[in-house]
């Protein structure tokens, strides 16, 4: 039994999933919403005509104002407290009411499948989208030399492959350490075999306790987001 889902909001696919697999913790896409509400915005965010402003101009403000929207509306998705996501709907609100009463309507009644202060509450492990699956079929399609080939050969091809991708890209972060990771705390371990996107995640985590000593921010200002949703 699956404990995660992710699928687009396809009428079929929900429905079949929450039928088949009732405990499975359900998730909508990110990608695929983000690019929705995007496509929208282009479509119902009008800017006023500026009097003698050529058509250049008018496409660089309407630009302008998407761009706007599009990250008051990241910062939304993004929330980490059910009051900060009721703040960002109202200032989405005040941005555009025609893309409220389109987010209202498509979207925010799904909210507690892809803001992240719900979805944050259990363990994922990043996966809140379904295009990294897609692009892994996408991969292993690639793998196929001809419609008559077998299974066996495609992963055998697929291991063989990311063996040596893992080992090239190992062999590249171990010669070209960034100078963040060069210093006392992490001499020990910056040359063996841990990618610098680990080294990045763990100096994320240590930022939170030097805050906590060095500045006096209150303990209670963290809020275990890492292990809930990455174990």
């Known amino acids: 039994m699956p404990r995660i ?3 687009d909001r396809g009428l079929v696919c929900t429905n079949t999933t929450e039928k088949v697999y009732p405990p499975s913790k359900k998730l909508l896409c990110r990608w ?8 929208q915005a282009h479509r119902k965010i009008v800017v006023a ?3 003698e402003a050529s058509s250049l101009v008018m496409k660089n403000m309407k630009e302008l104002e998407v761009d706007t929207f599009m990250a008051k509306y990241d910062e939304t998705i993004n929330a980490a407290t059910a009051s900060e996501y009721n703040e960002g709907c109202l200032a989405l609100k005040d941005l555009n009411s025609n893309m409220d009463a389109y987010l ?5 009644p799904y909210k ?3 803001v992240r202060c719900w979805i944050d509450s259990f363990c994922h492990f990043g996966s809140v989208d379904t295009s990294t699956v897609e692009g892994t079929h996408a991969k292993m399609k690639s793998f196929l030399d001809n419609a008559r080939g077998d299974l066996v050969t495609v992963f055998q091809q697929w291991w063989s492959r990311a ?4 080992s090239v890209q190992a062999a590249k972060e171990v010669s070209t350490i960034p100078q963040l990771f060069r210093d006392d705390l992490y001499s020990a371990v910056a040359e063996k075999n841990i990618s610098v996107h680990a080294l ?3 100096h994320k985590l240590w930022k939170m306790p030097r805050k906590l000593v060095v500045q006096g921010t209150r303990p ?3 809020t275990g987001t890492e292990r809930r949703t990455k174990g």
């Open 112 to 114: 507690t499948k892809f």
């Open 104 to 108: 209202t309507r498509h979207w925010w």
């Open 163 to 166: 063996v040596t991708n893992n």
């Open 32 to 39: 695929h919403i983000r690019r929705n509400v995007l496509a």
């Open 220 to 222: 209670n200002d963290f």
């Open 49 to 51: 005509q500026v009097p």
């Open 200 to 202: 990045k995640e763990t």
């Open 5 to 7: 889902i992710v699928t």
